[in-house]
């Protein structure tokens, strides 16, 4: 899922498949990464986080990668449920005094049934 | 426990009419941000505020003005609406001080300028 145009790139999975996100974030300095779902109307909620100095973190249901490398971030989703269906962000925090938090793009979920 | 809160809901304003966006929240959070985002897309930071007492411009800030008015609150002004100012803004906060800390989100300002 990359950045292109002024539409959201879509993903369509299946229901029960596992599901995977990218990102690519901007800064290489940033320290902290975090995963966001939005549905519709509603603001973004937190899913799951990751520091500069981990490559991997699990949460329930999903796992995020941070390739510090290429700058890449994905998120991946398992057994995909109707209820993943959102748009999902991923967001960089430049960190030390500024702490300012930059999302990317985002990447629309659709969840076949 | 209301996290954060904005006001209005929804705002319709006329070009060139002018209004404050309000935040606030209870979380004792340091930092402060104001996004926007257009239909289809992602956030966009306006500005933010990393500490009471201090501002700094993001991606996105002409046509804004921001005030840290107290450690709970930070407010958006815009002095003369556009409509491409018309977007739904989203007030967030953080325990910032350099913390690896999630944003909490309000539930977003929608505004139409026509």
């Known amino acids: 899922g990359e950045s292109v145009g002024l539409h959201l790139p879509t993903l369509s999975v299946q229901e029960g498949d596992n599901s995977i996100i990218n990102c690519a974030y901007s800064n290489s300095a940033s320290d902290y990464f975090i995963w966001y779902k939005q549905e519709s109307g509603k603001g973004p909620q937190f899913i799951i986080d990751?520091?500069?100095?981990?490559d991997k973190r699990q949460g329930q249901r999903v796992t995020v990668l941070l390739n510090k490398t290429v700058k890449h971030l994905s998120l991946q989703i398992a057994a995909t449920q109707p209820g993943d269906s959102a748009v999902y962000f991923c967001?960089?925090?430049?960190?030390?005094?500024?702490?300012?938090?930059?999302f990317g793009t985002g990447t629309l979920l659709a969840v076949q049934p | 426990n209301a996290g954060v809160t904005q006001t209005p809901k929804f705002q319709v304003l006329k070009t060139g009419q002018s209004m404050t966006l309000q935040c606030a929240q209870d979380?004792?959070?340091?930092?402060m941000y104001w996004y926007r985002q257009d239909p289809g897309m992602g956030l966009r930071l306006i500005y933010y505020?990393?500490?009471?007492?201090?501002?700094d411009k993001g991606e996105v800030p002409n046509g804004y003005n921001v005030s840290r008015l107290n450690k709970r609150e930070f407010s958006l002004r815009l002095e003369s609406a556009a409509p491409s100012q018309t977007s739904v803004y989203f007030c967030?906060?953080?325990?910032?001080?350099?913390?690896?800390?999630?944003?909490?989100f309000g539930q977003g300002t929608r505004l139409t300028v026509v």
């Open positions: 979380m004792n959070h340091n930092s």
């Open positions: 990751i520091r500069s100095n981990m």
């Open positions: 967001a960089e925090n430049y960190g030390g005094a500024t702490n300012k938090l930059i």
């Open positions: 967030a906060s953080s325990e910032g001080d350099g913390g690896w800390t999630e944003a909490f």
């Open positions: 505020s990393a500490s009471e007492g201090t501002t």
